[in-house]
């Protein structure tokens, strides 16, 4: 059954101490809140905090991701962190081709679908992100550019992992900017992938995969936007530093 998630991406944010104290907080929220099983309650951290943050947590109620994996098993990679090494530390899922990581550090379509094969071998789930830019979007190309990046990153994959992954449509315009898409905007990109994914995999398996909208969603605006039918739920960056405003989003899911 398709999920409901809010997955929190914390950045480049907090040191390991500070990230406790807020998995913490969010875990004494979880201990009382019943959040129901089609619900999933993740924290994207840094790679430092990983082991920290799950030794904080109820694993049956909140799960950890990373933000980011090497696209190599292991070797001469200075500074690189393999999906292994994750796994190995608890973490069940990966956050792959975030927007941040295509603009600044070079993560080609070709690169993250090596990533995300290094997350299927390792047997972390992937958060697959997709989403067009300011200018894309003005010049009305928003949804082939979407379509290219799902095509050309998820080519290789197979049905089995497929339906095990999750997709975040961000638009890079909407990202940390306080623009949110409208409900409207994110919902007809939703159902747009869902039916790219059903092209590609057929109607079954585009039904069982969750697809997230991240890009500004806050404690005011997550209820609106997760209530439309193709939006399971929200990967937010700047609210899930603060706790209260994660916790409100948590609710509305
Ligand atoms: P934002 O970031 O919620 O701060 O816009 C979202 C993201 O980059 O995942």
Same mark, same amino acid.
């Given at each position: 059954?398709?999920?409901?998630?809010?997955?929190?991406?914390?950045?480049?944010?907090?040191?390991?101490?500070?990230? !406790?104290? *807020?998995? @913490?907080? $969010?875990?004494?929220?979880?201990? !009382?809140?019943?959040?129901?099983?089609?619900?999933?309650?993740?924290?994207?951290?840094? /790679?430092?905090?990983?082991?920290?943050?799950?030794?904080?947590?109820?694993?049956?109620?909140?799960?950890?991701?990373?933000?980011?994996?090497?696209?190599?098993?292991?070797?001469?990679?200075?500074?690189?962190?393999?999906?292994?090494?994750?796994?190995?530390?608890?973490?069940?899922?990966?956050?792959?081709?975030?927007?941040?990581?295509?603009?600044? /550090?070079?993560?080609?379509?070709?690169? $993250?679908?090596?990533?995300?094969?290094?997350?299927?071998?390792?047997?972390?789930?992937?958060?697959?992100?997709?989403?067009?830019?300011?200018? !894309? @979007?003005? !010049?009305?190309?928003? /949804?082939?550019?979407?379509?290219?990046?799902?095509?050309?990153?998820?080519?290789?994959?197979?049905?089995?992992?497929?339906?095990?992954?999750?997709?975040?449509?961000?638009?890079?315009?909407?990202?940390?900017?306080?623009?949110?898409?409208?409900?409207?905007?994110?919902?007809?990109?939703?159902?747009?992938?869902?039916?790219? *994914?059903?092209?590609?995999?057929?109607?079954?398996?585009?039904?069982?995969?969750?697809?997230?909208?991240?890009?500004?969603?806050?404690?005011?605006?997550?209820?609106? *936007?997760?209530?439309?039918?193709? $939006?399971?739920?929200? *990967?937010?960056?700047?609210?899930?530093?603060?706790?209260?405003?994660?916790?409100?989003?948590?609710?509305?899911?």
């Amino acid at each position: 059954m398709r999920k409901k998630i809010v997955a929190g991406n914390w950045k480049m944010n907090t040191l390991p101490a500070e990230g !406790e104290t *807020l998995a @913490r907080g $969010i875990n004494e929220f979880m201990a !009382e809140y019943n959040a129901g099983s089609d619900k999933k309650i993740i924290l994207g951290v840094p /790679f430092t905090h990983i082991d920290r943050v799950i030794h904080s947590v109820d694993s049956e109620k909140i799960a950890v991701s990373a933000q980011n994996c090497s696209q190599y098993d292991s070797g001469a990679y200075t500074g690189e962190v393999s999906a292994s090494m994750i796994k190995s530390l608890g973490a069940e899922y990966v956050i792959v081709g975030h927007s941040e990581r295509r603009q600044y /550090f070079g993560d080609t379509d070709e690169i $993250i679908g090596h990533k995300l094969a290094q997350a299927y071998k390792n047997n972390l789930i992937p958060i697959f992100c997709c989403g067009e830019s300011l200018g !894309e @979007r003005m !010049e009305g190309k928003y /949804f082939d550019v979407v379509k290219s990046q799902i095509i050309n990153s998820l080519i290789r994959v197979e049905k089995s992992n497929i339906v095990k992954t999750v997709i975040a449509y961000e638009p890079v315009w909407a990202i940390g900017t306080g623009q949110t898409a409208t409900p409207a905007q994110a919902q007809g990109m939703h159902a747009f992938i869902r039916r790219t *994914l059903a092209d590609l995999y057929g109607n079954a398996i585009a039904g069982e995969i969750s697809i997230l909208y991240g890009g500004s969603v806050n404690a005011a605006n997550s209820a609106e *936007l997760f209530s439309a039918d193709d $939006i399971d739920g929200g *990967l937010v960056g700047g609210a899930s530093l603060k706790a209260e405003d994660f916790k409100t989003i948590i609710k509305s899911l």
